[in-house]
């Protein structure tokens, strides 16, 4: 009896360090999340002035925003301004403040490519064409290298792209290693204008949300983070406006995933839609916390050789 559970015992040890060397191995190989990480992780820049008080959110944008189970476009306010209870003057006030913030964190994302870092930031905009979509750009990263940003302003589809499937020219603009990039309206043009105006058979449309889903999974692995913002306005006497309505709905449902959820933004002050954009992407910036990379070469020593020459 003794030398069976001698054996038992043996066994059982044995699989125990089994067991402990997989979740070696797994904890040993780096996930796509943490090959994609920085260096260094910071709230703010260091050399950046902060922003008074009554400038700030009261409540992160991304968290009043988000688009979650049970979400019903027809109740939320286009004329709100959740999270800032303050007015026009200090929202545009707010804006140039926190313009060298996002300036800074651009051009770190961009020094980073200089030492091997691949990722990118896309922030995919929608919504109506008086939702003020393109005053973004000009607004929120007016402190920003042009160089480092990559927009695109889709419209129809040309013949060439026609003949390929939906997603081609949306590949095609993705931002390269070190890019923000900025998508006026998107792939999700063709779950919308497609449904309706019955361009393609519902089923097919259908389809489009899952491969979507699917697209935007792989863009975030390959180390391109996605910010999806839904500009919101009131009602007008806009033909399809219903229907439009309904298609803005169930894409929202449909798409706002953990990994790339869907924020909702009221549009009827320009003001607060620029400012609530503005902080959704410097919420994205400092989780990502790009930084400089790390030289290859002793500092002091070539500080002291720059003396002696």
């Known amino acids: 009896m003794s030398k069976s559970k001698s054996k038992g015992a043996k066994k059982a040890a044995k699989k125990k360090e089994s067991k402990k060397a997989v979740k ?4 040993s190989s780096p996930s796509s999340a ?7 992780v910071y709230d703010t820049p260091v050399d950046v002035e902060p922003v008074p008080k009554k400038l700030r959110p ?8 988000q688009v979650r189970r049970g979400f019903v476009l027809a109740d939320f306010d286009p004329a709100s301004t959740p999270g800032f209870d303050e007015g026009r003057k ?6 140039g403040a926190y313009s060298a913030e996002i300036g800074e964190w651009q051009e770190r994302l961009w020094a980073e490519t200089k030492g091997g870092g691949q990722r990118s930031l896309l922030i995919v905009l929608q919504g109506l064409d008086s939702a003020g ?5 000009r607004h929120v990263m007016s402190n920003c290298d042009p160089a480092g940003i990559k927009a695109t302003a889709f419209k129809a589809p040309t013949e060439e792209e026609r003949a390929h499937d939906f997603l081609w020219r949306i590949r095609k603009a993705l931002p390269g290693p070190g890019q923000i990039g900025v998508f006026d309206r998107s792939h999700y043009e063709d779950v919308l204008i497609t449904k309706v105006r019955k361009l393609i058979p519902a089923a097919e449309v259908t389809k489009r949300y899952a491969i979507i889903n699917a697209f935007e999974r792989e863009v975030i692995e390959s180390g391109t983070q996605i910010v999806k913002v839904f500009m919101y306005i009131s009602r007008d006497e806009r033909a399809f406006w219903d229907d439009y309505m309904k298609a803005f709905q169930t894409m929202l449902t449909r798409t706002s995933t953990v990994a790339a959820p869907w924020y909702v933004i009221p549009a009827n002050n320009k003001w607060y839609a620029r400012y609530a ?16 990379p790390v030289p290859d070469y002793d500092i002091e020593a070539e500080k002291a050789r720059l003396a002696q020459s």
């Open 277 to 292: 954009v503005q902080q959704l992407l410097l919420e994205k910036l400092r989780e990502m916390s790009p930084d400089w």
């Open 90 to 95: 200090e929202g545009e006030e707010a804006l």
């Open 133 to 137: 979509k393109g005053g973004i750009v």
């Open 24 to 27: 070696a191995k797994v904890e």
């Open 58 to 65: 009261d409540a992160p944008i991304s968290s009043v925003l």
């Open 34 to 40: 943490a090959a994609h990480a920085a260096p260094h």
